[in-house]
């Protein structure tokens, strides 16, 4: 049933790798995201900071095309984020992993719930990901963070060294109740997901390639994924 609904979504946003090929231009893409989702101008891709065309496309450097498509990434991601759009999201390597967990926990409230196999180090345990958990941890006193790991090659030990880990535990010393670590290895083998407050999830599709799909929008996916954890 999680299956399906994953895959539920307006428009897939693999249409931004579009863009910078020089495939489709920028305008197109935002006409396909705001169809039927009503953003208001302010809110569209259509920006001085994140626009783009296919002739300006051509005449940059593979360097360029590929800090501009993170631009569109993240622009992305803070639109969808931002309406809870009903929108997957397509997650195609580490960084945008990253930068879709340092959303995750600028928006949660209440939870978030990690399914992973290993806490792997080049997502988690960078800068910027770990101040936007502590964050997050600070905006509400009962917010908790809950990791459940899967790598039968994993030791407790393993997770408890992560970086990531260890700063949590030493900005909450006092209330360790707040970070939850279980141990799954044991549990029935399933991709890894992640879940914000029963209303945002990152599923995904290859774990060796870091690819996922992503979803603000879809609470009835994010609650069985939650239910799942």
Known sequence: MCRKKVQKGKTNLLLLWGAIRGELSSSFIIKQMADNQSIPDNKSLNTADVSINRADVLKLSEE????????????????????KLDVAIANCNAEHATYLFIKFFQKAIHQVCIHTGSLYEGIFDKDDVIRAAIEYLDRNPKSIIRIAYQDYNTEANVILRRQFVRSIIEHIKTEPGRLEIWDARNTEKKNHFAVMDQSAYRHETDHLRRTALANFGNADAATNFYRDF
């Open 64 to 83: 360029s095309k590929i800090t501009i498509a993170m631009r569109l990434y993240r622009a992305t991601i803070d639109i969808c984020a931002d309406k």
